[in-house]
């Protein structure tokens, strides 16, 4: 049977293929627009696929989008959704349905990646925080805006601001250089403190895992992290053997 993995963000659609033995095959990323969507999975996509799993955080009309291309290809399309209880993660929220399913999934694929605690720290359109300890318990997280999104709302307010460009410095000498230090050394900062309370509420330090499009500017200042491009489809790889299991 083969089966797919498709994890559609606000600003990516990544795709991989699930392995019989539950791991996932070589990532790769299609258009995000609603009018290339069909056409790029026709270019890279087998003609038929039995199965595809789908998480989705992005509006509507892209989600619909994708639907109706993988209904085109697929005999049967099972979207993830956040559950209080899944496998060995409980999650903290009280309504599970306010947990976004990317940050949900994110921990099922720490879970199996990382046996003790972990902190799981989500770069895209927001930086999202999530900590989860050695038995599989949601401790609850944070959200705040991600370096990129910070500069493209200082950029809106004050367009003589530029959007992008510079490089981190601790004491920048130029304003795109001090846009990029400020933006970045804000999200480091917040995590390196949601480290440290985290440290000392359990007692010992919690593995720092980074995914997301924005994951790359922020791991090199942060000592001991671990780079997981991919952490959404192994939780939705996981999710999917287990759904597939049951």
């Known amino acids: 049977m ?8 606000n600003t990516r659609l990544k795709c991989a293929p699930l392995l019989p033995d539950g791991r996932i095959g070589e990532a790769i990323a299609l258009p995000h627009r609603e009018e290339d969507v069909a056409a790029a999975m026709a270019q890279h996509l087998p003609a038929r696929i039995d199965v595809a799993y789908l998480a989705s955080v992005a509006q509507p009309t892209l989600r619909v989008a994708v639907l ?3 209904a085109a290809r697929c005999g049967r399309i099972s979207i993830a959704r956040t559950q209080s209880r899944f496998d060995e993660v409980r999650i903290a929220y009280a309504d599970p349905r306010k947990l976004g399913v990317d940050r949900f999934l994110a921990l099922l694929g720490a879970r199996f990646r990382v046996r003790g605690p972990a902190l799981v720290c989500g770069v895209g359109t927001a930086l999202t925080i999530d900590l989860i300890d050695a038995d599989g ?9 991600s ?3 910070m500069r493209e709302a200082l950029h809106a307010r004050a367009p003589q ?6 490089a981190y410095e601790d004491f920048a000498r130029d304003t795109e250089d001090a846009l990029a230090s400020g ?11 949601s480290l440290a309370t985290a440290t000392a509420r359990l007692g010992e330090t919690p593995a720092v895992l980074l995914h997301g499009g924005g994951s790359d500017a922020l ?6 992290a671990t780079e997981v491009a991919t952490l959404v489809l192994e939780g939705l790889a996981r ?8």
């Not at 318990?137 to 805006?145: D, E, S």
């Not at 601001?161 to 510079?166: D, K, N, R, S, V």
């Open 2 to 9: 083969s089966a797919w993995l498709f994890d559609l963000g």
């Open 68 to 70: 109706d291309a993988l």
């Open 137 to 145: 318990q949601h401790l609850g997280g944070r959200i705040a805006p």
């Open 147 to 149: 370096p990129t999104l």
């Open 161 to 166: 601001l530029p959007e992008i460009g510079g």
């Open 183 to 193: 933006c970045e050394g804000a999200g480091v900062a917040l995590i390196e403190h």
């Open 219 to 224: 791991s090199c200042h942060l000592r001991n």
């Open 239 to 246: 999710w999917a053997c287990v759904e597939t299991a049951a």
